[in-house]
């Protein structure tokens, strides 16, 4: 798809192909959040995301890649990509993910991209926290037992 036709597609609004199609990928590496003064102390570069808040800029990036007068967030966190192109506009989505995590007690990091929503869990729940992902996609399959949970 052309970066002009992916500019007017919207993307998927449906719940139930949404959670059939999540396909969640585990990111390389060893992400953080830290938050610094001024957009002058980031390279755009080196980080995924930065959000302007009354206290500052807050950035996610790779643990490495956190400037050294950042104020790094002591959570160390994997990075997980639901490959699904998911519609801004969507509803639920973030929701049923979120749900599925929290009932397991699993903290989430939400980013949506314009395409694709990314969440950030903690390091040490990474492997448990795709198992449960790809356990929701098997379930809101066509045919599964228990249908798509939202």
Known sequence: MSPAQLGRDEGERDLARLLRGLRP???????RFASVARIDDIDL????????EPEGISIVARESDIPPTADASELRCCWITLNVY???????LTAAVAGV???????CNVV???RHD???VPLDQADRAMALLEALQRRSAP??????RS
Do not use: K, P, W
């Open 86 to 92: 998911s519609s801004l506009a969507a509803v639920g």
């Open 45 to 52: 570069a080196r980080v995924l995301c930065f959000m302007h």
């Open 25 to 31: 990928e585990r990111q390389a590496g060893v992400y």
């Open 118 to 120: 990314h969440l950030f």
């Open 112 to 114: 949506a991209g314009t």
């Open 101 to 107: 995590l929290a009932e397991a007690d699993i903290a």
């Open 143 to 148: 045919g599964s037992n228990d249908g798509a």
